[in-house]
Every structure is written in C-alpha cells, then in structure tokens.
C-alpha cells in the first residue's frame, strides 16, 4: 500500500516571493504569511502594467519575462529601462504616496507578483535585510540617473549613441573584441537617450562607413569595442563629480 503524504503543495505565491532576491533572506513562516496578501499576475506582449501618473501603489515584481519603463511626452518617448525576472518596479509610489513615475509595459509574456503597499512597507519595517535591499536598489537608480545626466550634460548625441551601442552589447565567444547588441530599433535607441530616430540613423551609418560596426543576422555588431568606446569622452574631471 502507497502510503500518503501528509505534506501540501508549496504556496506557488510563496515560491515567486523565496525566488526574488529582495525577500530571499525571509523565513518561510513569514514568506507564507507576505503571500498570503500576493496577487500573481500574467500580461501579454504589449500589455501595460502600470500606467504614468496612475494613482495605485501597488508593488510588482518580475517572476519570469521582460518589462520595459517608459515616458511617453508629448513628442517623444522615453525608455528609462528594461527589467527582468527577479526585478522590482512600483516601490517608490508605495513608499511616498505619490503617482507613477513611469509606465512598465510587458515586453513579451510576463509573470508578475503584486504586493499590496502596506504589506511591502510592513516587510520593509519588520526585516532588515529587506530594507536593505530597498536601499540597495533606489541608490542604484540614483548612480544610474547621475550617469545619464552627466551623458545628456556633457556628451553630444553621436558620443551618446556610441554609448548605448557600448552599454547594450553582449560579449561574443571568442571574439574578445566584438559585442553583439541585442533586436533594437533605431526608434528605441533614440528613445533611451533622449534624441529622435533620424539621429541615431545618421550615426549608426557613420560607424558602419568607419568599419567599427556591421550587421550581422539583422543585428548591429560591434566589430570593436575598444574602438568604439575611443570615440566616447570622459574627461576624468567630470567623472570626479557626482553624488558620492
């Protein structure tokens, strides 16, 4: 005779929180008591999540697939970033109140566990490690924010397409000196940083006439990084400068 278990299944809402390197410190006893409060959801391609200026404070995290964080202006958009799996976005409306800062759309099939506000903010106060986490996170907004606004401030747009080529790129083995960069369009290149499509046109095709990027299988390949970033300045004065 097959003898039973007496063992239940995991809570799947608590296996998404454990798996999160944010809660991961967190016993099972309170991992259990935080999931019973967790929503998981699920978002299509092109689905929107959270919507600028929306007046929710729920707190997301990404259990599988990719998001990306936008401003849409009246002009133009703006692509702040893209977050993957173990990424959490929402946090700051939950901490101070306010409306979204941003929108987060789903970049291809998205799984997603929601946390009320005050059960974010009750794990941030009982557990230490989760707050330091959080603390982790917001000043690496803050470090990423210093860059960006030292580039707009002192880089012209061609040095800034040179650089989100350079940030972007993935290392190719054994080829030391190339980086692939990943599907983009020249759109969404202007879009995170701060230009329009024509621009970054122009410049994709001056690096392609100077032989430092090709495309290889409809990708942009960066046929020598080292190169590339040569075209980049970064006088070591201004680098000295920021927030510590």
């Not at 259990?32 to 699920?42: G, K, L, N, P, Q």
């Not at 557990?127 to 860059?147: E, F, K, N, Q, T």
């Not at 090709?214 to 400068?241: F, M």
């Amino acid at each position: 005779m097959t003898e039973l278990s007496d063992a239940r299944p995991a809570d799947p809402r608590a296996t998404a929180l454990a798996a999160l390197p944010l809660f991961r410190s967190l016993s099972e006893a309170d991992l259990a008591a935080a999931a019973r409060h967790v929503r998981i959801d699920r978002h299509d391609e092109g689905q929107w999540i959270v919507a600028h200026e929306d007046e929710d404070r729920e707190v997301h995290a990404v259990v599988s697939g990719r998001v990306r964080v936008m401003i849409f202006g009246e002009t133009r958009e703006l692509i702040l970033g893209d977050l993957e799996a173990g990424a959490v976005f929402g946090d700051m409306s939950a901490i101070d109140g306010r409306p979204r800062s941003a929108s987060v759309i789903a970049l291809e099939p998205v799984t997603v566990a929601t946390l009320p506000a005050a059960v974010f903010l009750d794990l941030i106060h009982r557990h230490p490690s989760v707050c330091d986490g959080v603390l982790r996170l917001l000043v690496a907004r803050i470090r990423d924010l210093d860059h960006r606004v030292h580039e707009l401030a002192s880089l012209t747009v061609a040095e800034r397409v040179r650089m989100e080529l350079l940030r972007l790129a993935r290392p190719v083995t054994g080829r030391p000196r190339t980086g692939v960069v990943p599907d983009v369009t020249h759109a969404e290149i202007a879009a995170r940083i701060g230009t329009h499509r024509e621009a970054v046109t122009r410049e994709l095709g001056a690096l392609a006439r100077d032989g430092l990027i090709v495309k290889e299988a409809g990708r942009i390949v960066v046929a020598d990084v080292l190169a590339l970033s040569g075209r980049v300045a970064t006088p070591a004065a201004d680098r000295r400068q920021g927030s510590g």
